[in-house]
């Protein structure tokens, strides 16, 4: 599900104003991170969103997504 900040073009809508989230902007995407296409930059996100969610005792290792 895409960030509700986000406009139309998918560009972010609070992007330079104060109250952006400082996740967002400590964000430093890599080439390998936005791959090259959308879908491999939101493979990329997904594993990020996944990796980042609290542990489960019983849950699979994650293993980044190749581009």
């Known amino acids: 599900m895409p960030c509700i900040q986000l406009d139309e073009n998918y560009r972010c809508k609070l992007f330079g ?6 996740v ?8 390998e991170m936005c791959g090259e296409s959308r879908e491999q930059a939101l493979r990329w996100l997904g594993y ?3 990796a980042s969610q609290p542990t489960c005792p019983t849950a ?5 997504p190749h581009s």
């Open 17 to 22: 104003q104060p109250e952006r989230p400082a």
């Open 24 to 31: 967002c902007s400590s964000l430093q995407p890599t080439p």
């Open 48 to 50: 990020l969103e996944q």
């Open 60 to 64: 699979e290792p994650l293993t980044p």
